[in-house]
């Protein structure tokens, strides 16, 4: 029981309690054990001296009792004993005579001190007396005794016991503190070891343990040996945990008692067959799976139960899910005793294997019907060049009925000659052995149907998964046909496909040889260009087939009238060049392009119609002009435009006068260019109104230019300059972006106005003109589209028709309004105003601010306004400088206008406020239009009902045309013809209102 009891409370002390318990017990030990032999030695010694002391004491007696003794003094024999007994250390002394006699004489004093007890205890006890005889002269007269009292030394004895207690004690202090300063140390280190440990033991396993840098090697040691072992244990556990979860996503696995009811089932198995596991726990995992597996069945269990283990795929099919396969392994789990206490299923999804398997089974069908229907003939060989492959069309070519057939063969088998057989053999050990393709090299092949074709074949190298080659891949093709056409381009690459003609390229070619034969001969020759005068207008009016013809039939009179060696090329449209070789003189180049002019002249019949037309001819000289191909034809193309200048029909030769003038040309676009880099142009707008609303409906954006030193120019003074150079498409890219940036801060100001910006003929007609306004669009989202309006000039839609016509439409279907500007001072077709697809149109300016004296512009005016309305269009009048202007466009029916009468250009920011104080002139809003000059019937929506203004056209009523024609004045030009149209639209009426136009503002 006490055994027990000191059990428990050993138990209950902590380790702090138990290594200072220890550690008192044997300081104190050994305190104890030193004090007591050090002070038991010093009893034994001070005993003897005791001893020793009163034996002296005693022989010094003897000799004074043995001197009275022989006298008989006794009275002297107790003096001496007195005087012995008077010693400190001596107890009594008694002297026995020999007849017995005794005297004793004591000196023992009472002794209460209870400290004795250490004295007493370490002397032993009281010494025994001490006796002597007494003899004199060999003569015995008795005996001495003494006995010694121990007080004094025993209080010496205690005395030096209390001295070396305290200094011991003090001692043991000292030795605990300088002990338990290094061990409370150590056992700090111990406690957070312990608390580390019980950390790691409850799963915080990056529980760790730090050593302080004064511990003792042991203690870093046993530190660094638990951090290892954690790192250690922590590593474990991470690598199991991932082992754990990856084997947990990836398989599944079921426990079953031996009946076969689920127990347990992991949740991969939930996400692979779509059940809960709370579904399948305790049923029968033949439930499960798909009937007539050989584990579901009873034989199988009790054989799986047994100890035979099952391994296979089975289905299963959850309810409303795809089916999915699962490869099992079924294991029964044994005990001690060896029987089966469990079952372990373990599985893996394998239907996406399967799938991937039927997807490879389809994919191989789909390679064989793939490789049945491709053109090109396939085959793979083996280092032996033994047929391992091929697809249908070359079995076929081969001879064999199906690839199968052909698998096994060689080229010595199949239906080749010998000669060719050793061909592809060596090919392919040539492809074998170097490791390097051989690609696409073409060679003639006799066909079986006799005919001699181009084959084209192909072989590759087969690698291995170790890259050793191990066979061929072969292909060839019949392209006979392509490379006819290979011909074919390569012709059309140095000649015109229209007329057959040599193109640019080849005529630049032909140049560079002309000019190195002239320069080694000293010859001279020449280059002529020609440019067909009106062909434009021909074009568009018979059509593009009869165009084409027209220019066929031209190209064959120029070679007709060439000698040979001559070239004549076509560098597009109706541009034609000349190369003249070996020409004496000047004269012989004019009768030369007198033939050209002459064979251009005559009548070409066109269908049923004979068609007329004249060239312009430009001529330079080598080498009097250049000596450069280049150069050559850019001064023959300039003396081209001097011919169209002096009224077409004719010829010039360049001169230095014209050289001047093309690089004076080439100066001003030159400084044009500087300026738009150099932030000189600037842009001012014009307000449009509604003179009877006085609502400021829009602005047209107009270009400047702040010439350092030369003031402002207008457009007039700078854009014709640049009108036939590409310069003028970044300018008018520059005008597009600046304008809608203008009209994105009037849209914020709240300021909703169109904004109206001028395009050229040639940045309309460029390749990037829609993607650069579709960019200029997002890059200012603020402008809705339908306020972008853009204003070509009637002359730029007539270059090219169809696609300005093209382009518009593609505008106006994102929302872009088109304006047909300065109407009236072109060609003014009514078949081109129905075929643009514009919004606008605008009466030129030098119409309207004369028609107040002039009739003839008047008349204009009035019939522009007519043919707007038959058309649909919104019309809008320039150049109104008066209020009189105004209120006769009113009288009209023209509402829209602009002019210096209205606003002068102003700069952009001036705009908000110059609305803020408009205010038109009050007789405008009491002008009424006047029904004398209303419109004839049928124009502007007011014919008869149900007859739109298209159908009076189509139905040839030019009643309300002929109305404007005669009221125009004698004198001014009036044409009308009633023409086929093109396009299938017979009795088309064309109608021109011209009159050369006044410089633009």
Not at 352 to 359: F, K, N, T
Not at 562 to 571: H, M, N, P, S
Not at 742 to 760: F, P, T
């Given at each position: 029981?006490?055994?027990?009891?000191?059990g428990?409370?050993?138990?209950r002390?902590?380790?702090?309690?138990?290594?200072?318990?220890?550690?008192?017990?044997a300081?104190?030990a050994?305190?104890?054990?030193?004090?007591?032999?050090?002070?038991?030695?010093r009893?034994?010694?001070?005993?003897?001296?005791?001893?020793?002391?009163?034996r002296?004491?005693?022989?010094?007696?003897?000799?004074?009792?043995?001197?009275?003794?022989?006298?008989?003094d006794?009275?002297?024999?107790?003096?001496?004993?007195?005087?012995?007994?008077?010693r400190?250390?001596?107890?009594?002394?008694?002297?026995?005579?020999?007849?017995?006699?005794?005297?004793?004489?004591s000196?023992?004093?009472?002794h209460?001190?209870?400290s004795?007890?250490?004295g007493r205890?370490?002397?032993?006890?009281?010494?025994e007396?001490?006796?002597q005889?007494?003899?004199?002269?060999?003569?015995?007269?008795?005996?001495?005794?003494?006995?010694?009292?121990?007080?004094?030394?025993?209080?010496?004895?205690?005395?030096a016991f209390?001295?070396?207690a305290?200094?011991?004690?003090?001692?043991?202090?000292?030795?605990?503190v300088?002990?338990?300063i290094?061990?409370?140390?150590?056992?700090?280190?111990?406690?957070?070891?312990?608390?580390?440990?019980?950390?790691?033991?409850?799963?915080d396993?990056?529980a760790?343990?730090?050593?302080?840098?004064?511990?003792?090697?042991?203690?870093?040691?046993?530190?660094?040996a638990?951090?290892?072992?954690?790192?250690?244990i922590?590593?474990?556990?991470?690598?199991?945990?991932?082992?754990r979860?990856?084997?947990?996503?990836?398989?599944?696995?079921?426990?079953t008692?031996?009946?076969?009811?689920?127990?347990?089932?992991?949740r991969?198995f939930?996400?692979?067959?779509g059940?809960?596991?709370?579904?399948?726990?305790?049923?029968?995992?033949?439930?499960?799976l798909?009937?007539g597996?050989?584990?579901?069945t009873?034989?199988?269990?009790?054989e799986?139960?047994a100890?035979?283990?099952?391994?296979?795929?089975?289905?299963?099919e959850?309810?409303?899910?795809?089916?999915?396969?699962?490869?099992?392994?079924?294991t029964?789990?044994?005990?001690?005793?060896?029987r089966?206490?469990?079952v372990?299923v373990i599985?893996?999804?394998?239907?996406?294997?399967?799938?991937?398997?039927?997807?490879?089974?389809?994919s191989?069908?789909?390679?064989r019907?793939?490789?049945d229907?491709?053109?090109?003939?396939?085959?793979?060989?083996?280092?032996?060049?033994?047929?391992l492959?091929?697809?249908?069309?070359?079995?076929?070519?081969?001879?064999?009925?199906?690839p199968?057939?052909?698998?096994?063969?060689?080229?010595?088998?199949l239906?080749?000659?010998e000669?060719?057989?050793?061909s592809y053999r060596?090919?392919?050990?040539?492809?074998?052995?170097t490791?390097?393709?051989?690609?696409r090299?073409?060679?003639?092949?006799?066909?079986?149907?006799g005919?001699l074709?181009?084959?084209?074949?192909?072989?590759?190298?087969?690698?291995?998964?170790?890259?050793?080659?191990?066979?061929?891949?072969?292909?060839?093709?019949?392209?006979?046909?392509?490379?006819?056409?290979?011909?074919?381009?390569?012709y059309l690459?140095?000649?015109?496909?229209?007329?057959?003609?040599?193109?640019?390229?080849?005529?630049?070619?032909?140049?560079?040889?002309?000019i190195?034969?002239?320069?080694?001969?000293?010859?001279?020759?020449?280059?002529l260009?020609?440019?067909?005068?009106?062909?434009?207008?021909i074009?568009d009016?018979?059509?593009?087939?009869?165009?084409?013809?027209l220019?066929?039939?031209?190209?064959?009179?120029?070679?007709?009238?060439?000698?040979?060696?001559?070239?004549?090329?076509?560098?597009?449209?109706d541009?034609?060049v000349?190369?003249?070789l070996e020409?004496?003189?000047?004269?012989?180049?004019?009768?030369?392009?007198?033939?050209?002019?002459d064979?251009?002249?005559?009548?070409?019949?066109?269908?049923?119609?004979?068609?007329?037309?004249t060239?312009s001819?430009g001529?330079?000289?080598y080498?009097?002009?250049?000596?450069?191909?280049?150069?050559?034809?850019?001064?023959?193309?300039?003396?081209?435009?001097?011919a169209?200048?002096?009224?077409?029909?004719?010829?010039?030769?360049?001169?230095?006068?014209?050289?001047?003038?093309f690089?004076?040309?080439?100066r001003?676009?030159?400084?044009i260019?500087?300026?738009?880099?150099?932030?000189?142009?600037f842009?001012?707008?014009q307000?449009?109104v509604?003179?009877?609303?006085g609502a400021?409906?829009?602005?047209?954006?107009?270009?400047?230019?702040q010439?350092?030193?030369?003031?402002?120019?207008l457009p007039?003074?700078?854009?014709?300059?640049?009108?036939?150079?590409?310069?003028?498409?970044?300018?008018?890219t520059?005008?597009?972006?600046?304008?809608?940036?203008?009209?994105?801060?009037?849209?914020?100001?709240?300021?909703?106005?169109?904004?109206?910006?001028?395009?050229?003929?040639?940045?309309?007609?460029?390749p990037?003109f829609?993607?650069?306004?579709?960019?200029?669009?997002?890059?200012?989202?603020?402008?809705?589209?339908s306020?972008?309006?853009?204003?070509?000039?009637?002359?730029?839609?007539?270059?090219d028709?169809?696609?300005?016509?093209?382009?518009?439409?593609?505008?106006r279907?994102?929302?872009?309004r088109?304006c047909?500007?300065d109407?009236?001072?072109?060609?003014?077709s009514?078949?081109?105003?129905?075929?643009?697809?514009?919004?606008?149109?605008k009466?030129?300016q030098?119409?309207?601010r004369?028609?107040?004296?002039?009739?003839?512009?008047?008349?204009?005016?009035e019939?522009?306004?007519?043919?707007?309305?038959?058309?649909?269009?919104?019309?809008?009048?320039e150049?109104?400088?008066?209020?009189?202007?105004?209120?006769?466009?009113?009288?009209?029916?023209?509402?829209?206008?602009?002019?210096?009468?209205?606003a002068?250009?102003?700069?952009?920011?001036?705009?908000?406020?110059?609305?803020?104080?408009w205010?038109?002139?009050?007789s405008?809003?009491?002008?009424?239009?006047d029904?004398?000059?209303?419109?004839?019937?049928?124009?502007?929506?007011?014919?008869?009902?149900?007859?739109?203004?298209?159908?009076?056209?189509?139905?040839?009523?030019?009643?309300?045309?002929r109305?404007?024609?005669?009221?125009?004045?004698?004198?001014?030009?009036?044409?009308?013809?009633?023409?086929?149209?093109?396009?299938?639209?017979p009795?088309?009426?064309?109608?021109?209102l011209?009159?050369?136009?006044?410089?633009?503002?």
């Open positions: 029981m006490a055994a027990a009891l000191f428990g409370v050993r138990a002390l902590s380790l702090r309690t138990r290594v200072g318990l220890v550690l008192f017990v300081v104190a050994f305190v104890a054990v030193f004090l007591w032999a050090s002070l038991s030695s009893g034994q010694d001070l005993r003897q001296e005791l001893r020793e002391s009163g002296t004491s005693l022989s010094l007696i003897e000799r004074t009792v043995a001197e009275q003794a022989v006298i008989g006794y009275s002297a024999i107790q003096q001496a004993l007195e005087a012995g007994a008077r400190p250390d001596v107890d009594s002394v008694s002297f026995v005579d020999e007849r017995g006699g005794i005297l004793t004489v000196n023992r004093d009472s209460s001190d209870a004795r007890w250490a205890l370490l002397l032993g006890g009281a010494p007396p001490v006796e005889e007494v003899r004199l002269g060999g003569h015995g007269y008795g005996v001495l005794r003494l006995e010694m009292d121990p007080y004094p030394t025993e209080l010496r004895l205690h005395r209390v001295t070396q305290s200094v011991s004690a003090v001692a043991i202090v000292v030795v605990l300088l002990t338990w290094p061990l409370r140390a150590n056992l700090r280190f111990l406690l957070r070891l312990q608390e580390a440990a019980q950390r790691f033991e409850a799963g396993h990056e760790r343990v730090a050593a302080l840098p004064s511990s003792a090697p042991e203690l870093r040691r046993t530190a660094e638990f951090n290892a072992m954690g790192d250690r922590e590593a474990l556990v991470a690598a199991i945990s991932e082992e979860r990856a084997v947990d996503a990836a398989a599944i696995i079921l426990e008692d031996l009946e076969g009811r689920i127990t347990s089932a992991n991969r939930a996400e692979s067959t059940r809960p596991n709370v579904e399948v726990f305790g049923r029968l995992l033949a439930d499960v798909e009937e597996s050989e584990v579901t009873p034989g199988g269990w009790a799986t139960v100890g035979r283990s099952f391994r296979g795929e089975v289905r299963v959850p309810a409303g899910g795809a089916t999915v396969w699962l490869d099992l392994a079924v029964p789990i044994r005990g001690r005793d060896g089966a206490e469990r372990l599985g893996f999804d394998v239907t996406a294997e399967r799938l991937a398997s039927e997807e490879l089974r389809q191989r069908q789909m390679l019907l793939v490789l229907n491709i053109p090109q003939l396939v085959f793979w060989k083996d280092r032996d060049s033994i047929y492959g091929c697809n249908r069309n070359f079995s076929s070519a081969a001879g064999r009925g199906a199968e057939e052909v698998i096994g063969l060689s080229d010595l088998d239906p080749w000659s000669t060719e057989a050793e060596q090919d392919d050990r040539q492809v074998m052995e490791g390097e393709p051989k690609l090299f073409v060679e003639t092949q006799l066909m079986a149907d005919r074709a181009w084959v084209e074949t192909s072989k590759v190298p087969l690698h291995d998964a170790a890259g050793n080659v191990v066979g061929v891949l072969g292909t060839y093709e019949d392209v006979t046909d392509r490379r006819i056409a290979e011909k074919r381009i390569e690459a140095f000649h015109d496909g229209l007329t057959g003609l040599p193109n640019r390229s080849l005529l630049e070619d032909r140049l560079s040889q002309a190195a034969t002239s320069r080694r001969h000293g010859k001279t020759f020449a280059v260009f020609v440019d067909l005068d009106g062909f434009k207008g074009n009016r018979l059509g593009h087939e009869p165009g084409d013809e220019l066929k039939e031209m190209a064959h009179r120029l070679l007709g009238v060439v000698r040979e060696g001559d070239t004549v090329a076509r560098l597009g449209g541009e034609f000349l190369l003249l020409l004496g003189s000047r004269e012989d180049v004019a009768t030369a392009v007198g033939r050209v002019l064979a251009v002249r005559v009548p070409t019949p066109v269908g049923d119609v004979p068609v007329s037309i060239a001819v001529v330079s000289l080498p009097a002009d250049g000596t450069d191909g280049d150069a050559l034809l850019r001064y023959a193309d300039v003396a081209m435009y001097h169209k200048e002096r009224g077409r029909d004719g010829y010039q030769f360049f001169d230095r006068e014209m050289a001047r003038a690089r004076g040309r080439h001003d676009v030159e400084r260019r500087r300026a738009l880099a150099d932030g000189e142009l842009l001012v707008y307000p449009t509604n003179m009877r609303t400021v409906v829009g602005a047209e954006a107009l270009i400047r230019w010439e350092p030193g030369r003031g402002v120019k007039a003074e700078f854009l014709p300059e640049i009108e036939e150079s590409d310069l003028i498409v970044d300018v008018g520059w005008v597009l972006e600046e304008a809608l940036a203008r009209a994105e801060s009037w849209q914020a100001a709240g300021l909703d106005l169109r904004i109206g910006v001028n395009v050229a003929a040639r940045q309309i007609q460029h990037g829609l993607a650069t306004l579709e960019a200029a669009l997002a890059r200012h989202p603020g402008v809705p589209r306020r972008l309006d853009l204003e070509i000039l009637e002359t730029t839609a007539l270059d028709v169809g696609l300005v016509q093209g382009v518009m439409t593609h505008c279907e994102s929302g872009v088109f047909l500007d109407f009236g001072t072109g060609y003014s009514l078949s081109y105003l129905k075929r643009l697809p514009v919004d606008v149109v009466i030129d030098g119409f309207v004369d028609m107040l004296e002039d009739r003839e512009d008047l008349a204009i005016v019939g522009i306004l007519s043919m707007a309305a038959i058309f649909g269009r919104e019309v809008i009048a150049g109104v400088s008066t209020v009189a202007h105004g209120a006769e466009l009113l009288r009209h029916g023209c509402e829209l206008a602009q002019g210096y009468g209205i002068r250009p102003m700069p952009g920011d001036e705009i908000p406020g110059w609305i803020q104080d205010i038109p002139d009050p405008w809003a009491r002008t009424t239009t029904a004398r000059r209303a419109r004839p019937a049928g124009f502007g929506g007011l014919g008869p009902p149900g007859r739109p203004p298209d159908r009076i056209i189509e139905n040839q009523d030019l009643t309300p045309i109305g404007v024609l005669r009221s125009a004045p004698e004198g001014h030009e009036k044409r009308g013809a009633r023409d086929r149209a093109p396009l299938g639209m009795g088309l009426f064309r109608v021109s011209t009159r050369t136009s006044r410089s633009r503002r």
